[in-house]
């Protein structure tokens, strides 16, 4: 081994793929051998190094130097396509750092923070959970009801299963349109895991089709006969995630408007619909005697998630 007594950038313009080094263990404390650049660029890039390329879930506090782990360690998530770096590989108390994710791809951890301005991190109220669009659909019109009478499918979604795996997440629902320009009966309603009959889903998107009853799910709101004529409509829902994880309980509560009314506000729903299945979140209209088609019309839905 040839030895160098020159400053620190000059050592490194001077390094060969053959330049030995001393390699040691992983606590620092043992020399394992001699080893040479390339050596050591090899090791770097393999498992042995203790990186996980192929894992399929996040590390914790567990992948540790048990595991052949160590500082700088990477750890890629290949379900969610996003990728961790070993602050330290204490045994049992292994720290990770989230990395990013592939863009277009992956996501982001649910424990996600952001700092509210400048507050102290760790202080009450100084971060936030992160929100945003889940779904969003917007047409002219998405649908409008059939000429019948039953609870035709406007517009719906599947939420997929464990969303609702802790307290406070949850969703702000927005459904609008507009009444068809006659005087008869229509209603709005929206449902959560109804009896469905004929309907389509499409990545995840609920369209066609009619809902035949609340089966083991919910009507979460009815709007009642409605006669507006030519006039728009809005109903704003929360439904949120209440309780321990897993006990399936939720919270939800209503305020529609129509044309110029305001509906008010219905009363606390307290629910229980399991967790770790989907939940159908169905939008349905109907023109409930008359039977006449597009007398309740869709053209704008969203579900604004909340961590």
Not at 53 to 79: E, F, K, M, R, V
Request: aromatic content about 8%.
């Amino acid at each position: 081994m040839t030895e160098y007594n020159i400053d620190q950038e000059a050592a490194i313009a001077a390094v060969t793929t053959n330049t030995e080094f001393d390699a040691f263990d992983l606590d620092n404390t043992k020399r394992v051998k001699k080893a040479t650049a390339l050596q050591i660029a090899a090791f770097s890039r393999t498992a042995a190094a203790g990186h996980n390329l192929t894992a399929t879930s996040d590390p914790g506090a567990g992948n540790d130097n048990t595991q052949g782990c160590g500082p700088l360690s990477i750890w890629l998530n290949t379900t969610n396509s996003r990728w961790w770096i070993c602050a330290s590989a204490a045994t049992g108390a292994a720290v990770w750092y989230f990395g990013g994710t592939l863009i277009g791809t992956g996501a982001e951890p649910s424990g996600l923070l952001t700092q509210f301005g400048n507050a102290a991190l760790g202080s009450n109220f100084g971060a936030f959970a992160e929100e945003g669009n889940l779904y969003r659909n917007v047409g002219n019109p998405i649908a409008g009801n059939g000429a019948d009478t039953t609870d035709d499918i406007l517009d719906g979604f599947v939420l997929p299963a464990s969303a609702f795996d802790q307290a406070k997440r949850g969703l702000q629902l927005t459904f609008q349109g507009k009444f068809g320009a006659t005087g008869n009966n229509k209603k709005v309603r929206v449902w959560l895991n109804p009896t469905m009959s004929g309907q389509t889903v499409t990545a995840g998107v609920i369209s066609g089709g009619t809902v035949t009853g609340a089966g083991a799910g919910v009507m979460l709101y009815d709007s009642t006969v409605q006669t507006g004529n030519n006039v728009g409509w809005s109903i704003l829902a929360q439904l949120f995630k209440y309780g321990a994880g897993g006990s399936n309980t939720q919270y939800a509560q209503v305020q529609p408007i129509y044309g110029a009314t305001h509906g008010g506000v219905t009363l606390p729903s307290f629910l229980t619909l399991t967790e770790s299945a989907g939940i159908n979140v169905v939008l349905t209209g109907s023109s409930s005697t008359t039977g006449a088609a597009n007398d309740v019309i869709a053209s704008f839905s969203e579900a604004n998630a909340m961590n």
